[in-house]
């Protein structure tokens, strides 16, 4: 490496003018570094932090990388944001951001990529606290699930839950594999083991293990990742990964879109990775929470009039591993004001007020879905006057269930639900003219 490579803590290219080029463009390096401090570095990682003329980092990552930092050291400020602002302040000079493991899995480079374009960059990831782990107990990387909790809810592990898993969780603090614990065996997963590695790569590393059931590992190191090896136990309480959870996962007050209505109202809706979902007259947050359940992106909010109801469905986003659904309390389609595009729009409630289809219809993006479901003579009207004038599906849902007649079994139907979906046009034209 030349001394002007060193310099500028920029990778010389095989070409002079495109080295010159990238050594002005790259004004930003992100290295990764572990609780080995400057001997798990590469000399270009050395190199990029001492041609820093500003620093950034937490306390403990200044402290790891010691006499390499000849610039200017900042810790990184409180709130988290703010360091984001202030590095992007500082664009054009050579500003180093020092960062746990690899800064782009649940890191710093993550958040930063989304403000600086990567020709203004360039990292040196070192590796992941989820690499380590998977190292130190043998577990083929690819094939475990791994997540974060660390300043999450520890609710998003619910989802997560199948017997004869494995999962590799990030926690936030010692306290952290406990509370792992107690959810574990309270959900039917008490005979699990659960794996502690604590300060990994550093000269603290420690691995202890235990069962979930009756934890009472202590002093625990506040960096550690928590490896799982689900066992569950009878009566468990296990999330498919198909639509259609049973009624009974939802705590709810009759008002729920049911089961079999539900899978083929979630194969209607057709979610999308990345995509958001309005869920109108959301009930006990059902739909939502089942749309949030087919993939991490995706996002949903759901509108509910009804305080209660609405608090309810809080409670069961919570239980079910989908903490972020966001529930806003009011009557639609005033409290449809405000919130972002939606790329599906679920109409569960209220659907016999015009002005609340008028509403989700006009929100819809071009190419989003809306799935309306309707009970009432009046609403299948609509319905099928929406369908003639606009397209789509219509189709009418039965079910029975088998139920006791006397002292024999007969079918007991629900009331039939009369679903419209539709796919809104790139160059839909509102009835009576206009957008």
């Excluded at 664009?91 to 203004?120: K, M, N, Q, T, W």
């Excluded at 659960?194 to 009756?214: D, V």
């Amino acid at each position: 490496m030349s001394m002007r490579a060193v310099e500028s803590g920029v990778p010389e290219s095989t070409d002079p003018a495109s080295r010159d080029d990238a050594q002005e463009r790259r004004w930003l390096s992100i290295v990764g570094i572990g609780e080995d401090g400057l001997e798990g570095l590469s000399p270009a990682a050395r190199a990029a932090i001492g041609a820093a003329q500003i620093v950034f980092g937490g306390a403990r990552h200044l402290a790891l990388a010691g006499d390499a930092v000849t610039g200017e050291a900042r810790t990184w400020p409180s709130p988290f944001e703010a360091g984001i602002d202030e590095v992007l302040a500082l664009r054009g000079r050579r500003i180093c951001v020092l960062a746990s493991g690899d800064p782009f899995l649940y890191g710093v480079g993550a958040v930063l990529a989304r403000h600086v374009p990567a020709g203004e960059m360039f990292a040196l990831p070192a590796p992941s606290s989820f690499s380590l782990a998977a190292a130190r107990l043998g577990w083929a990387l690819a094939e475990i699930g791994c997540l974060t909790v660390h300043g999450r809810s520890l609710d998003l592990l619910r989802a997560h839950l199948n017997p004869g898993r494995r999962l590799l969780v990030l926690t936030s603090d010692g306290a952290g594999p406990g509370e792992i614990a107690r959810l574990l065996a309270g959900t039917g997963f008490g005979g699990s083991t659960l794996h502690i590695l604590e300060a990994l790569g550093g000269p603290r590393e420690q691995l202890r293990s235990s069962l979930a059931e009756g934890f009472a590992l202590r002093d625990i190191d506040p960096l550690n990742l928590v490896g799982i090896e689900l066992a569950a136990g009878e009566g468990a309480r296990v999330i498919a990964r198909a639509p259609g959870l049973p009624d009974e996962f939802f705590e709810n007050d009759g008002q729920l879109t049911k089961r079999e209505v539900r899978a083929v109202t979630l194969s209607a809706l057709a979610p999308r990775r990345g995509e958001l979902l309005w869920d109108i007259g959301a009930g006990a947050g059902s739909v939502g929470i089942e749309w949030m359940l087919a993939d991490p992106s995706l996002r949903a909010i759901g509108i509910e009039e009804n305080a209660e109801r609405a608090a309810r469905a809080r409670r069961n986003a919570h239980a079910l591993g989908v903490p972020g659904l966001t529930v806003v309390e009011g009557k639609a389609p005033d409290a449809l004001a405000g919130l972002p595009v939606p790329d599906a729009v679920f109409v569960g409630g209220g659907a016999g007020d015009s002005g609340v289809l008028d509403a989700a219809i006009a929100a819809l993006r071009p190419g989003g879905r809306l799935v309306v479901n309707g009970v009432t003579l009046e609403t299948e009207a609509r319905l099928i006057a929406l369908h003639a004038a606009q397209g789509g599906e219509l189709v009418r849902l039965s079910v029975a269930r088998a139920a006791s007649v006397g002292g024999l079994t007969g079918w007991r139907p629900a009331m039939p639900v009369t679903q419209w979906s539709w796919e809104k046009p790139g160059n839909w034209v509102k009835p009576g003219g206009g957008l």
